[in-house]
C-alpha cells in the first residue's frame, strides 16, 4: 500500500518569493511521484513526474522538484512565485505506470502582491 | 492537443434518483481511471479500465457500476443516489507508461 503526506494544507507567500510545498510518501516497492496542481472548477494539470530516472525533476512553470529516497521525500520548490500560482497542489502516489494515483491531502497556495 | 473530455460538466440530482457521467478519453490512450473529490478533499480512486476490462478497483459503492465501451469512451452509473455523492468526478487516462491527463470534471450535486 501507498500514501502520501503533504504538510501544510495552506501555504502563504509573497509575489517573488521561493515557493515550498512539502510531500512525504509510504511506498513498499519503488515508487513513481507526481505533482498536479488545480485551478478552481479545473481538473488536475500534470506538473512534473519523477520515474525512477534524474532524482532532480523539472517542470512547467519553474517548478522543480527533488526525490530523497532516505527522506521519503518528494517536495516542490518553485524559485519565484507568480499570482497565477495560486491555486491547489496535490502530490500524488503510484507503484507503477498504469496504476491509480493516491493523492496527498493537497496544499493550497496563496500568493500575495 | 485533445484533452480527456467529461460530460456533462454540471448535473443536479435528488436523492434516490440515478445518475450518468460519460468520458472521452485522449485517442489512443488505452486505460481509463475514474476520481471522487469531496469537497475539500483529495481525489480518491474508483475505477479503472485497461483495453476495455476492469483493471482496478478502488472504494467505489456498490450502488455505482462503470464501464468502457468499444470506442474506448468509459460512463459512471451512479444509483439510488445520497447527499454524500455530491462530489466532484473526474475521469483520467493515460497510454503505457506516460502519467494521467485528467478532465476538467462533473460536478454533481444532489439536493
Known amino acids: 500500500a501507498q500514501s502520501v503526506t503533504q504538510l501544510g494544507s495552506h501555504v502563504s507567500v509573497s509575489e517573488g518569493a521561493l515557493v515550498l510545498l512539502r510531500c512525504n510518501y509510504s511506498?513498499?516497492?519503488?515508487?513513481?511521484l507526481f505533482w498536479y496542481v488545480q485551478y478552481p472548477n479545473q481538473g488536475l494539470q500534470l506538473l512534473l513526474k519523477y520515474t525512477s530516472a534524474a532524482t532532480l525533476v523539472k517542470g512547467i512553470n519553474g517548478f522543480e522538484a527533488e526525490f530523497k529516497k532516505s527522506e521519503t521525500s518528494f517536495h516542490l520548490t518553485k524559485p519565484s512565485a507568480h499570482m497565477s500560482d495560486a491555486a491547489e497542489y496535490f502530490c500524488?502516489?503510484?507503484?507503477?505506470?498504469?496504476?491509480?494515483?493516491?493523492f496527498g491531502g493537497g496544499t493550497r497556495v496563496l500568493v500575495k502582491p | 492537443a485533445a484533452g480527456v473530455i467529461q460530460s456533462p460538466r454540471h448535473l443536479i440530482k435528488e436523492k434516490r434518483e440515478t445518475a450518468t457521467l460519460k468520458c472521452y478519453p485522449i485517442?489512443?490512450?488505452?486505460?481509463v481511471y475514474w476520481y471522487q473529490q469531496g469537497p475539500g478533499q483529495d481525489p480518491q480512486f474508483l475505477i479503472s479500465?485497461?483495453?476495455?476490462?476492469?483493471?482496478d478497483k478502488g472504494s467505489i459503492p456498490d450502488r455505482f457500476s462503470a464501464q468502457q465501451f468499444s470506442d474506448y469512451h468509459s460512463e459512471l452509473n451512479m444509483s439510488s443516489l445520497e447527499l454524500g455523492d455530491s462530489a466532484l468526478y473526474f475521469c483520467?487516462?493515460?497510454?503505457?507508461?506516460?502519467?494521467?491527463?485528467f478532465g476538467d470534471g462533473t460536478r454533481l450535486s444532489i439536493l
Open positions: 479500465f485497461y483495453e476495455k476490462m476492469q483493471s
Open positions: 511506498s513498499s516497492v519503488p515508487p513513481y
Open positions: 500524488a502516489v503510484s507503484v507503477a505506470a498504469g496504476n491509480k494515483l493516491t
Open positions: 485517442p489512443r490512450h488505452d486505460t
Open positions: 483520467a487516462s493515460s497510454l503505457g507508461t506516460q502519467p494521467q491527463h
